[in-house]
């Protein structure tokens, strides 16, 4: 298979889904004349034309809510937010009425959007450019969360998204654009809800998405070489819907859980697995359940400082470490 950059295998899975329905449109700050703020569309609005690849105005709330209008008539809008941070000023939209429309319509109005764009921090942009609200997204009924960690994953669910019938939230991250993986030519799928074991092991179950998922391979690879500790690496991809089952097998299997996000800890998408594992899973844990997280502040702009704020693969290990 040939290996092509995360930002390429978005962009791959955003023109084959146009070509496939005449009703996908990307609409979003940049994405036509500038070929997108991270040139995820580069070259699209030449291949498709305007009407495909539409540039909006300064106005998150305003293509927001138009994307959510148009989905409810049969069009399929891909909507880039130029951060995920910006997305609050189009909450209600999002939330209160992405999120309900379909309940509160009996099922009669479907809202098959997308939003996508970059949920990270570790770029000193900021903490009014780094906000992780997956959590808050995938507490809302109607709403669905992925978080794709590679190239593979990001074609996949990608397309999936575009596909589905409800409103799906892509997080990405500026750090995993330029990343590299191997990517199938031919035509695949990724279902929503399934969760990906990135590494297979018998000795203790990490869980992550996201930025994360390589943070938790990094020190899976030193609890080998330097512990003889075998980690299973659980990659979530979907945080809404999630997959339990998954979850749940791996720590069956291992007896200890250690959870790890770029989300805060309070109230983080971790604090929901660490209940379902012991909801579902108690009797078989030999060890507290253990979570390596952000630090609870706002984001730190100094790029001495922000790293330290992150979780590390040296965080992981040492929570792996005390519960061995």
């Not at 997108?36 to 030449?46: Q, S």
């Amino acid at each position: 298979m040939p290996e092509i950059s995360y930002r390429q295998a978005i962009k791959d899975a955003l023109a084959e889904e146009i070509e496939r329905d005449e009703n996908v449109v990307i609409i979003g700050e940049e994405v036509a004349q500038y070929n997108g703020a991270y040139k995820v569309t580069e070259g699209l609005l030449e291949r498709y034309g305007p009407k495909r690849i539409v540039d909006a105005p300064i106005s998150e709330a305003g293509f927001i809510g138009m994307g959510i209008g148009a989905s409810m008539l049969g069009v399929r809008p891909v909507m880039e937010l130029m951060f995920w941070s910006f997305a609050y000023v189009a909450w209600d939209q999002m939330i209160n009425n992405a999120g309900c429309v379909r309940y509160m319509s009996g099922g009669l109005i479907n809202v098959p959007i997308v939003i996508r764009g970059p949920a990270n921090g570790g770029t000193n942009v900021g903490a009014t450019h780094s906000h992780t609200p997956e959590n808050l997204i995938a507490n809302m009924p109607g709403l669905k969360v992925v978080c794709p960690a590679t190239p593979y994953d990001a074609k996949g669910l990608m397309k999936a998204a575009i596909r589905d019938n409800d409103p799906v939230y892509v997080m990405e991250s500026t750090l995993l654009y330029g990343t590299t993986g191997e990517v199938p030519e031919e035509e695949y799928v990724i279902p929503l809800g399934k969760a990906d074991i990135k590494r297979e092991g018998k000795d203790v179950t990490i869980v992550c998405h996201g930025p994360s998922v390589s943070v938790a391979m990094t020190a899976a690879q030193v609890l080998k070489e330097e512990h003889d500790i075998d980690a299973e690496v659980v990659d979530l991809r979907s945080i809404r819907p999630l997959d339990e089952d998954t979850i749940i097998e791996s720590v069956k299997k291992t007896n200890r859980a250690v959870l790890v996000e770029e989300n805060r800890p309070f109230c983080g998408v971790d604090a929901q697995i660490a209940y379902t594992i012991q909801n579902k899973a108690f009797d078989y844990l030999d060890a507290p359940i253990q979570r390596v997280s952000t630090i609870d502040a706002p984001a730190m702009y100094s790029p001495a400082l922000e790293p330290e704020q992150l979780p590390k693969a040296s965080n992981v290990v040492e929570k792996v470490l005390a519960i061995m």
